[in-house]
């Protein structure tokens, strides 16, 4: 099963849990391949130190880092301007070039979107349903 995982998942996990942090566990332990590119990694990055910046105090469930680890690198030929939010465009355009099947994300922007050329994009709970995982 391949996937991209949009940065609201990713930062949701990592700083207040729930089904976002057990899909993170998941990825981690590689029950499925996430696929990334640069741009979505220094987004991921980017998010995650201001977030921390901004709450201080909240620990962080999970590092950034072993999910990063865990993921497979890619970069994207094909743009595509499926998204309302032209910023959510390349995680559609990380899920073609690697010929994933989901976008996994809370954005209802890219949520909108609900299928592009066979990819689905759907919530962190509807692929842990999908996968026997909730």
Known sequence: MKVVIDTNVVASGIF???????????????????????EIVAEYTEIIQRLAEKY???PQ?????????????V???RKVTACRDPDD????????ESKCLYVV????DLLSVKNYEGIE????AEFLHRLNLS
């Open 16 to 38: 207040f849990g729930g089904n976002p942090q057990r899909l993170l566990q998941y990825a981690i332990k590689k029950d499925f391949d996430v696929f990334v590119s640069d």
């Open 56 to 58: 201080p105090d909240r």
């Open 61 to 73: 469930r999970l590092p950034l880092e072993p999910f990063i680890s865990s993921c497979k690198f």
């Open 75 to 77: 970069s994207p030929k």
């Open 89 to 96: 465009n390349k995680f559609i355009e990380c899920a073609l």
């Open 105 to 108: 994300s809370g954005d209802d």
């Open 121 to 124: 994009i759907i919530t962190t």
